[in-house]
């Protein structure tokens, strides 16, 4: 059994920085894809960041490129969004979840483990 639990949020003013953390259970972490999603209110789930297995490439949403950086430690079951000059469009509750294949995946169908969220405010 798979089991994601991300941890991190919270309030920040905008400019400010955080960095979520999302804890794997289960076995073979290193050997799938895990990528980053959020969902404001009244919209739908957007895709964020993924990371490759070995961390050695990841994609960017483009309102995200440049400010929040994915990674991943596979010794610790671990990935990571650090997000940096955030601002309050970036107010959402940000999930992690893992990939069914192995390449890069951008849409919510193409993952099947998913954590329970974690808040994130960016006050103006």
């Known amino acids: 059994q798979v089991r994601l639990v991300e941890s991190g949020g919270g309030l920040v003013q905008a400019g400010g920085s955080l960095r979520l953390s999302c804890a794997a259970s289960g076995r073979a972490f290193s050997s799938y894809v895990m990528g980053w999603f959020r969902q404001a209110p009244g919209k739908e789930r957007e895709f964020v960041a993924a990371?490759?297995?070995?961390?050695?490439?990841?994609l960017y949403a483009d309102s995200v490129k440049g400010r929040f950086t994915i990674s991943r430690d596979n010794a610790k079951n671990t990935a990571y969004l650090q997000m940096n000059s955030l601002k309050p469009e970036d107010t959402a509750v940000y999930y992690c979840?893992?990939?069914?294949?192995?390449?890069?995946?951008?849409?919510?169908?193409?993952?099947?483990?998913w954590g329970q969220g974690t808040q994130v405010t960016v006050s103006s």
């Open positions: 979840a893992r990939a069914k294949g192995m390449n890069i995946a951008v849409t919510i169908w193409e993952y099947d483990y």
């Open positions: 990371i490759r297995r070995s961390g050695g490439s990841t």
